[in-house]
């Protein structure tokens, strides 16, 4: 696995008893195989012969946006300051000269990306749907006002746990103007499944300073009053895995059912395909393919919340990790290659 990047975090406006995060200025240490599993979280290809392409796509915003570089530094107290280098993500040189309606529809991206990651790092909700991709497939028929509908909402690992977040990029510095559009919406939701939403988050990204590196901001104002929604756990964990599952089934079809590898982590047995265009490998637990096929043949009737437990996966520590593998508590598996090491 890649080295460790560092990401500052602003955290502010949450109750002390959110039980999650303190508001404070914070380091988020992540890899770039982080970035990569979360921005390929939740895709929207039901077709098996696309998905191979959406993913490709995914993947490769993210390899022209962000480079990975050390920065010199201040560290210290006072008059005692040590210049100290910091590997840090930031801005590419293709993101620099996109024009601002692509620079617009990219940061929208890495901030759904940078969403997501923040949910499973900070707030142990793993799970991640996008609201429209769940109510566009007739999984609920709460209407909410395109301007007052939150990004996404997630299934935690606790017992009846869901989290809302609303997901905002800026290419050009951190807006306060974009953050308080983002309360607004965020705060539409206020039950799910008859669960009171734990926390309601407003995770921006954006690129500062004159490096132009890449930060988050974390707010959380009260929840007031808003719309309760009923989920279906069976179709929401099917269309959670959906994209890699198509992924998966896509690579053996296109390979004569030889593309698929199998390799065993902390006695998983994971299913990976190679992207070779793009340099990666991904993959997921065997059992969650076989599970998740179960549940799309097992005509409309729900499952218990508890399912959830047979999706609960534990990454590797660095000292288990030999292959450069980066596994998330989903289950989703990445390993870059060669072409991704950060060359200074």
Same mark, same amino acid.
């Given at each position: 696995?890649?080295?460790?990047?560092?990401?500052?975090?602003?955290?502010?406006?949450?109750?002390?008893? *959110?039980?999650?995060?303190?508001?404070?200025?914070?380091?988020?240490?992540?890899?770039?195989?982080?970035?990569?599993?979360?921005?390929?979280?939740?895709?929207?290809?039901?077709?098996?012969?696309? $998905?191979?392409?959406?993913?490709?796509?995914?993947?490769?915003?993210?390899?022209?946006?962000?480079?990975?570089? %050390?920065?010199?530094?201040?560290?210290?107290?006072?008059?005692?300051?040590?210049?100290?280098?910091?590997?840090?993500?930031?801005?590419?040189?293709?993101?620099?000269?996109?024009?601002?309606?692509?620079?617009?529809?990219?940061?929208?991206?890495?901030?759904?990306?940078?969403?997501?990651?923040?949910?499973?790092?900070?707030? @142990?909700?793993?799970?991640?749907?996008?609201?429209?991709?769940?109510? *566009?497939?007739?999984?609920?028929?709460?209407?909410?006002?395109?301007? /007052?509908?939150?990004?996404?909402?997630?299934?935690?690992?606790?017992?009846?746990?869901? *989290?809302?977040?609303? $997901?905002?990029?800026?290419?050009?510095? %951190?807006?306060?103007?974009?953050? @308080?559009?983002?309360?607004?919406?965020?705060?539409?939701?206020?039950?799910?499944?008859?669960?009171?939403?734990?926390?309601?988050?407003?995770? @921006?990204?954006?690129?500062?300073?004159?490096?132009?590196?890449?930060?988050?901001? +974390?707010?959380?104002?009260?929840?007031?009053?808003?719309?309760?929604? @009923?989920?279906?756990?069976?179709?929401?964990?099917?269309?959670?895995?959906?994209?890699?599952?198509? +992924?998966?089934?896509?690579?053996?079809?296109?390979?004569?059912?030889?593309?698929?590898?199998?390799? /065993?982590?902390?006695?998983?047995?994971?299913?990976?395909?190679?992207?070779?265009?793009?340099?990666?490998?991904?993959?997921?637990?065997?059992?969650?393919?076989?599970?998740?096929?179960?549940?799309? *043949?097992?005509?409309?009737?729900?499952?218990?919340?508890?399912?959830?437990?047979?999706?609960?996966?534990?990454?590797?520590?660095?000292?288990?990790? /030999?292959?450069?593998?980066?596994?998330?508590?989903?289950?989703? +598996?990445?390993?870059?290659?060669?072409?991704?090491?950060?060359?200074?």
């Amino acid at each position: 696995m890649s080295e460790k990047v560092s990401i500052d975090v602003r955290i502010h406006g949450y109750p002390n008893s *959110n039980g999650y995060v303190k508001n404070d200025t914070c380091v988020l240490e992540c890899s770039m195989e982080d970035i990569i599993r979360s921005c390929i979280h939740a895709g929207k290809s039901k077709d098996v012969n696309v $998905a191979p392409y959406e993913v490709v796509f995914r993947v490769a915003l993210i390899r022209m946006s962000l480079n990975e570089t %050390y920065i010199d530094e201040l560290k210290g107290e006072g008059g005692e300051k040590n210049k100290i280098k910091k590997k840090r993500f930031v801005s590419s040189e293709t993101f620099d000269e996109f024009d601002p309606s692509e620079k617009g529809g990219v940061s929208f991206f890495l901030g759904m990306t940078m969403a997501k990651m923040v949910a499973e790092k900070y707030f @142990q909700t793993p799970w991640v749907m996008h609201y429209d991709v769940y109510k *566009n497939n007739g999984r609920y028929d709460i209407d909410i006002e395109p301007g /007052e509908k939150p990004d996404l909402f997630g299934l935690g690992e606790a017992k009846d746990v869901w *989290n809302i977040f609303e $997901a905002k990029g800026s290419s050009d510095g %951190y807006s306060s103007r974009a953050t @308080q559009k983002g309360k607004k919406q965020k705060r539409r939701i206020k039950h799910i499944n008859n669960c009171e939403i734990k926390t309601s988050n407003v995770v @921006q990204f954006y690129f500062g300073g004159k490096e132009k590196i890449l930060r988050i901001d +974390l707010a959380d104002p009260e929840v007031d009053k808003g719309e309760s929604v @009923q989920i279906n756990y069976r179709k929401y964990f099917c269309e959670y895995y959906g994209l890699i599952c198509n +992924l998966i089934e896509a690579v053996d079809k296109m390979s004569n059912h030889v593309g698929v590898k199998s390799s /065993e982590y902390k006695g998983t047995i994971y299913d990976i395909v190679d992207l070779p265009c793009v340099d990666i490998r991904i993959g997921i637990p065997r059992i969650v393919r076989k599970t998740i096929y179960m549940l799309n *043949n097992n005509g409309d009737c729900d499952i218990e919340e508890g399912v959830k437990e047979k999706f609960i996966f534990e990454p590797l520590s660095e000292d288990e990790n /030999e292959d450069g593998v980066s596994i998330g508590r989903d289950g989703f +598996l990445v390993s870059l290659g060669e072409t991704w090491r950060t060359k200074d």
